[in-house]
T-cell receptor, first 112, second 111 residues
């Protein structure tokens, strides 16, 4: 049983389109995150939710909008995609916001 | 200047070698230090978790933290081809605060 699952694994789309990535965790954790990993493997936090409440909102363009319908789900919607949005987006969860993060397998976004 | 610096490599070693991976940091408030391992096309997974200065050993892996020098290391003894992955250091000020990751070091262990 996958602990943190994200869909889709791959997205290829044109500039200007809108896309969504979904994430679900079955670990019972109360904190979920979105991270962006660029081509150099640098992992940068984008958002964090604790029990459906947004607690971390890094300097991310407002074209990116997270939504947490419940504490087991965290989705990411991206409007008006740009070339620079191409990256791997990872969902993660933790209990109590500790440093032990459990990551999904990533969603690889390519914007053409 | 990045808060956490890590040599991206790539690092290539023969099987059985001792591997040393390192990170330096500038924020003296960091107290929690982690190493994550990321296999190709997979998400990172936690390998080692340490608090403050000192050593921690788990099997073939040893994590060292030297807060006075703002330097952390991960040693892998008797390295195996299955250790081939990218290793990311990460650190935070408190157990519940955001993690700051290093850039990751790509390691290949050749049979």
């Amino acid at each position: 049983d996958t602990a943190v699952s994200q869909t889709p694994k791959y997205l290829v789309t044109q500039m200007g389109n809108d896309k969504s990535i979904k994430c679900e965790q079955n670990l019972g954790h109360d904190t979920m995150y979105w991270y962006k990993q660029d081509s150099k493997k640098f992992l940068k936090i984008m958002f964090s939710y604790n029990n459906k409440e947004l607690i971390i909102n890094e300097t991310v363009p407002n074209r990116f909008s997270p939504k947490s319908p419940d504490k087991a789900h965290l989705n990411l919607h991206i409007n008006s995609l740009e070339l620079g949005d191409s990256a791997v987006y990872f969902c993660a969860s933790s209990q109590g916001g500790t440093g032990e993060l459990f990551f999904g397998e990533g969603s690889r976004l390519t914007v053409l | 200047q990045k808060e956490v610096e890590q040599d991206p490599g790539p690092l290539s070693v023969p099987e059985g070698a001792i591997v040393s991976l390192n990170c330096t940091y500038s924020n003296s408030a960091f107290q929690y230090f982690m190493w994550y391992r990321q296999y190709s096309r997979k998400g990172p997974e936690l390998l080692m978790y340490t608090y403050s200065s000192g050593n921690k050993e788990d099997g073939r892996f040893t994590a060292q933290v030297d807060k006075s020098s703002k330097y952390i290391s991960l040693f892998i003894r008797d390295s195996q081809p299955s250790d081939s992955a990218t290793y990311l250091c990460a650190m935070s000020e408190t157990s519940g605060s955001r993690l700051t990751f290093g850039e990751g070091t790509q390691l290949t262990v050749n049979p």
